[in-house]
């Protein structure tokens, strides 16, 4: 499995600011569907895609790929899912934090 430079950016800054929040890479979460999730953290139901080439035409620029990921992040949340969705841009310390303080956040709510 080869990642994407967006996602090396993800991983490097990701393990230097939370090495104590596990995620899993590369996951279907959706059961009989292909779709899967760039980052997982199982525990607390928390995903995240990263799209790159947004201000391209690229893969997720279409109209086919949109509704494909429209659908993919609406099976998600039926399955009590919190998905992030970030573009390069959004790469950050700030953003990053949020969704730490999501998985903390639900790992310490009562299940």
């Known amino acids: 499995m080869s990642i994407s430079s967006l996602e090396f950016e993800f991983d490097l800054l990701w393990s230097e600011l939370f090495p104590d929040l596990d995620l899993e890479t590369e996951v279907r979460l959706i059961p009989k569907r292909r779709f899967k999730f760039d980052y997982v953290n199982f525990s607390a139901k928390v995903a995240i895609e990263i799209n790159g080439q947004i201000w391209h035409q690229g893969g997720h620029t279409t109209g086919k790929s949109l509704m494909r990921d429209y659908e993919k992040l609406n099976l998600a949340q039926q399955q009590g899912y919190c ?12 953003w ?5 303080d999501t998985i903390r956040d639900r790992l310490s709510q009562p299940a």
């Open 96 to 100: 990053l934090q949020a969704i730490a």
């Open 83 to 94: 998905v992030f969705q970030l573009s390069k841009e959004m790469i950050t310390e700030t």
